[in-house]
């Protein structure tokens, strides 16, 4: 079983819709979660952060969180075209190792 | 303008070069990071320092060779690779480990 799994998508959305990207992580210990997009040849951004249960909104980006089910989302409100990217989603280990999903290509057409 | 910088950019050398990678962070962070990406796959975490000590080794072929010599320096020396060894390598830093970390641009290597 892969640590930290999400769809490859890719997942496309019209321009000014919510694009919904998921993750799921299988250790239980794992305590905070990242969100990065990296854009085809360019190295890995940060998006979000969460480390609590629930929401967690910064300007377009929310982040949610349930630990009970093992599953993290970000989701993107009005997007744009140049919001066409890959995400990963990133989880902490119990041993303090950041363990990467595959990421999904996300592609917004105008 | 990142604050990890990483050098060079662009590298192409043949199976019995030795070569190196360098990474800078000018964050004030105390953790750093190796990390392989190739297609298809996800980031897979090569080598984790802290505080100048070598804290993981994840399995890593030894024709991979870290050094850090301080907090904000990294290098990853490379010999004798292999074609299948091409992939973007990048760097990484964190102000502690298991803090966020932030990714230098990278090194997209060749090995021909």
């Known amino acids: 079983q892969k640590e930290v799994e999400q769809n490859s998508g890719p997942l496309s959305v019209p321009e000014g819709a919510i694009a919904s990207l998921n993750c799921t992580y299988s250790?239980?210990?794992?305590?905070?979660f990242f969100w990065y997009r990296q854009y085809s040849g360019k190295s890995p951004e940060l998006i979000m952060f969460i480390y609590s249960n629930g929401d967690k909104e910064d300007g377009r980006f929310t982040a949610q969180l349930n630990k009970a089910s093992q599953y993290v989302s970000l989701l993107i409100r009005d997007s744009q075209p140049s919001d066409s990217a890959t995400y990963l989603c990133a989880a902490y280990t119990g041993f303090q190792k950041l363990v990467f999903g595959t990421g999904t290509r996300l592609l917004v057409s105008p | 303008e990142t604050g990890v910088t990483q050098t060079p950019r662009h590298l192409v050398m043949g199976m019995t070069n030795k070569k190196s990678l360098k990474c800078e962070q000018h964050l004030g962070h105390n953790a750093m990071y190796w990390y392989k990406q190739s297609a298809k796959k996800p980031l897979e975490l090569m080598f984790v320092y802290n505080f100048k000590e070598q804290t993981e080794n994840n399995s890593v072929p030894s024709r991979f060779s870290p050094e850090c010599p301080n907090s904000s320096h990294l290098f990853l020396h490379l010999h004798t690779l292999q074609p299948e060894d091409s992939a973007l390598y990048l760097c990484?830093?964190?102000?502690?480990?298991?803090?966020?970390?932030?990714f230098g641009a990278g090194t997209r290597l060749s090995v021909l």
């Open positions: 990484a830093s964190s102000q502690t480990l298991g803090d966020i970390q932030y």
């Open positions: 250790d239980r210990g794992s305590q905070s």
